[in-house]
């Protein structure tokens, strides 16, 4: 079934010239970029984002680390597209993440982990709607 799942690929590795590569992974794996936007969040913005977080502890750094430069985010569409995303990224720890996901190969550590992607199709609907429009989706 063809769904929207909304990526982003964080400041830790926008910062590393990371984009291509991981873009490149999204395409290759059927998840067709339908939205995408270069932007870098006010800590504000970064924690409207991850509400759903604001009890844990590591919640005022996640936003800082956020909102720390720009990031690319992206809608993505395909089949299965929340599972393949969550697939192609590995593990939330880089360090425990399978071999060749993305995190894998571009993420440092438990927080400066190279993407995001939505868990959920009620994630997916939030996340979508928080940053694009649905006049700036190409579907
Ligand atoms: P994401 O939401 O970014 O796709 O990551 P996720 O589902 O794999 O992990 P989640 O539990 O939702 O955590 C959100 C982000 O918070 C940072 N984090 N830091 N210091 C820590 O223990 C810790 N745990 C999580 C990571 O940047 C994680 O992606
Ligand atoms: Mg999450």
Redesign the pocket.
């Known amino acids: 079934m063809s769904e929207r799942t909304l990526a982003i690929i964080k400041p830790d590795a926008v910062k590393k010239n990371a984009i291509g590569d991981i873009v490149s992974r999204y395409e290759k794996a059927g998840l067709k970029p339908v939205a995408m936007k270069l932007m870098h969040m006010s800590k504000r913005t970064a924690e409207g984002f991850?509400a759903v977080?604001k009890a844990r502890p590591?919640f005022d750094?996640?936003c800082s680390f956020m909102s720390s430069g720009p990031s690319l985010v992206l809608v993505l569409q395909g089949d299965n597209a929340i599972k393949k995303n969550r697939d192609l990224m590995g593990a939330?720890d880089p360090a425990k993440a399978d071999a060749g996901t993305i995190r894998k190969v571009h993420g440092t550590n438990?927080?400066f982990?190279a993407v995001?992607?939505s868990?959920s199709p009620e994630t997916a609907a939030f996340e979508i709607g928080y940053f694009f429009p649905g006049m700036e989706i190409f579907g």
């Open positions: 991850y977080h590591f750094s996640l939330t438990i927080e982990n995001h992607g868990d």
